[in-house]
């Protein structure tokens, strides 16, 4: 039930793009992205719900294709501050209920 | 821009001793959660309250465990005896419903 994210981790200089996948092998209602620095509580990115809609900050971008029942987060133009863990929450039903992946590292170097 | 607060920020208790971790949701909020997040590792969902009753638990949230909104303020988990591997980090979230769940800073539990 645990989704799975690949890459585990990303090393990416200042400006470079990034793609963080997101897989669950059951129906999804919707998948959220946050972003966790070291030592700090989770922060929303993102949420995608079944159906298409979508919900987030201007800056990041995702996409939730339902039938594979995939989600990639896109970072563009990265920034220093996007350095941290990134996490997909994945909700089977209309629940609140969250699992999270196992997290994908990014590290945005000068 | 409101907030989750969370206390104590950090607990260390003896084995087999009772903890309760408190929060204090966004006051708008309807929908409450606990997570926890072991050192390095993913967060894990433990439990939803909604109405003033459980609306869904993992398999980690066993008898153990119990949450309470006594006041319509706070919202407490409560461990009744700790083992050492409840030692984590644990955060209370909230929502107004389906969507943006906002974190709390979290409580570092370690059980000695």
């Known amino acids: 039930q645990q989704p799975v994210q690949s890459p585990q981790a990303v090393i990416l200089r200042e400006g470079e793009d990034a793609v963080i996948n997101c897989s669950s092998s059951k129906a999804l209602y919707s998948v959220h992205w946050y972003r966790q620095k070291h030592g700090e509580a989770p922060v929303f990115l993102m949420i995608l719900l079944k159906g298409g809609e979508q919900k987030g900050h201007e800056k990041i971008s995702a996409s939730f294709n339902e039938k594979k029942q995939q989600s990639s987060l896109y970072l563009t133009a990265s920034q220093l501050s996007y350095s941290g863990t990134y996490f997909c929450?994945?909700?089977?039903?209309?629940?609140?209920?969250?699992?999270f992946g196992t997290g994908t590292l990014l590290a945005v170097q000068p | 821009e409101p907030e989750v607060t969370q206390t104590p920020s950090h607990q260390v208790t003896q084995m087999g001793q009772e903890v309760i971790l408190r929060c204090v949701p966004i006051s708008n909020h309807l929908y409450f959660y606990w997570y926890r997040q072991i050192l390095g590792q993913k967060v894990e969902f433990l439990v939803s309250?909604?109405?003033?009753?459980?609306?869904?638990k993992s398999e980690i949230f066993d008898d153990q465990f119990s949450v309470e909104r006594p006041d319509g303020s706070n919202f407490t988990l409560k461990i009744r005896s700790t083992k050492l591997e409840d030692s984590a980090m644990y955060f209370c979230?909230?929502?107004?419903?389906?969507?943006?769940?906002?974190f709390g800073p979290g409580t570092r539990l370690t059980v000695l």
């Open positions: 309250f909604y109405n003033n009753e459980i609306s869904e």
């Open positions: 979230a909230g929502s107004q419903g389906i969507g943006e769940q906002f």
């Open positions: 929450g994945t909700e089977i039903g209309a629940t609140n209920k969250l699992i």
